[in-house]
Nanobody, 121 residues
Framework: VQLQASGRGLIEAGGSLRLSCAAS????????LGWFRQAPGKQRDFVALISWGAGHTIHADSVKGRFAISRNQAENTVYLQMNNLKPEDTAVYYC???????????????WGQGTLVTVSS
């Protein structure tokens, strides 16, 4: 499975943006798709995950109530809807595939190439 993220942009604070992550190949129902982000000079942080089969979601506290992860199984795509964006949301966003629900980046083996989101104040 390969992952292709899209939706990069320069957004003003308070705005919205939706990221997409299209997967090639079959995604097993036991898989977990996650979004992570990495700001310049910082570690890669967990943002949200969704279990591919059941659709269960987990969001990081920093984005809870503002971001929402979802998936479209027919299109083999996972989304990250980002609302009320803040300058501190500026980062490269990565989608990744794992085998269990985890917020640890090292638990994800397949990664997309990353897409840059810049939020201006």
């Amino acid at each position: 499975v390969q992952l292709q993220a899209s939706g990069r942009g320069l957004i003003e604070a308070g705005g919205s943006l939706r990221l997409s992550c299209a997967a090639s190949g079959r995604i097993f129902s036991s898989s977990v798709l996650g979004w992570f982000r990495q700001a310049p000079g910082k570690q890669r942080d967990f943002v949200a995950l969704i279990s591919w089969g059941a659709g269960h979601t987990i969001h990081a506290d920093s984005v809870k109530g503002r971001f929402a992860i979802s998936r479209n199984q027919a299109e083999n795509t996972v989304y990250l809807q980002m609302n009320n964006l803040k300058p501190e949301d500026t980062a490269v966003y990565y989608c990744a595939r794992g085998t269990h629900r985890s917020s640890a980046a090292e638990d994800y083996r397949t990664w997309g190439q990353g897409t840059l989101v810049t939020v201006s104040s």
